[in-house]
């Protein structure tokens, strides 16, 4: 039931900008859970979620990956063939030196980043497909961050 749970937190704060405790523990027990706030709580920490400014000013609840040590080569690549990067709506493009583009795209699956649904790569572009606008605007922030820029 836990891990039921947890998977439907995760699905519940990518699909809506959940800012409380209180609108999680709503839409969990709308979602058929019965859930305490100090269950919502320890869920809350054991998936080290965290809030993140939204464009509006207001925050919300995200999964925040963390980098540990075997996703050090994965950063290492990213900040070896990054480039640049640009959005369209929910499109994220990047561009790389050329011929790491593959490369690229294979770190960014690797890091398991919640906004991203995949990515397409050519020989110095990455296209990768974004949940939503705001989840673009948090990607290239995460990555950012990443890569030291």
Known sequence: MKLERHSKIVELIGKYEID?????????????????????????????????????????????????????????????????????????????????????????DALHFSELVGSIAGDDTVMCAVRTSEDTVNLMEKIRKLIGT
């Open 20 to 108: 409380t405790q209180e609108e999680l523990a709503r839409r969990l027990r709308e979602a058929g859970f019965t859930v305490t706030q100090a269950t919502v709580s320890r869920d809350i920490r054991e998936l080290k979620l965290t809030k993140v400014a939204m464009d509006n000013g207001r925050q919300r609840y995200t999964v925040m990956q963390s980098v540990d040590s075997h996703a050090e080569k994965y950063v290492r690549i990213l900040q070896d063939g990054f480039v640049s990067m640009d959005r369209a709506q929910n499109i994220l493009v990047l561009k790389t030196v050329s011929g790491m583009a593959m490369a690229v795209a294979a770190a960014l």
